[in-house]
Nanobody, 121 residues
Framework: VQLQASGGGVVQAGGSLRLSCAAS????????MGWFRQAPGKEREFVAF????????YYRDSVKGRFIVSRDNAKNTVYLQMNGLKPEDTAVYYC???????????????WGQGTQVTVSS
């Protein structure tokens, strides 16, 4: 599976962005899809994941109520709608594909190239 993330940019605090992650391959619906982020000087951290069917989602506490993860298996695409953005959300955001319901980066086999999100105060 090859993943291509897009949709990052610069936004003011309180604004919104929608990230997309397009996947190649016909087995997209077999994978759990996760979003991670990495700020400068910090470790990569889990943001959200969505199950194969889209019925189950899970978020890190700091983004609950602000971010929404969704997927369209017909389009081989997963999305991350980010609302109420804060300066601390500034990071490179990565999408990843895995086979287990987990927030651990090492459990994901495939990674996109990342897209920069910058939130100004």
């Amino acid at each position: 599976v090859q993943l291509q993330a897009s949709g990052g940019g610069v936004v003011q605090a309180g604004g919104s962005l929608r990230l997309s992650c397009a996947a190649s391959g016909r087995t997209f619906s077999s994978y759990l899809m996760g979003w991670f982020r990495q700020a400068p000087g910090k470790e990569r951290e889990f943001v959200a994941f969505i199950s194969w069917s889209g019925e189950s989602t899970y978020y890190r506490d700091s983004v609950k109520g602000r971010f929404i993860v969704s997927r369209d298996n017909a389009k081989n695409t997963v999305y991350l709608q980010m609302n109420g953005l804060k300066p601390e959300d500034t990071a490179v955001y990565y999408c990843a594909a895995g086979t287990g319901l987990t927030a651990t980066p090492t459990s994901y086999s495939y990674w996109g190239q990342g897209t920069q999100v910058t939130v100004s105060s």
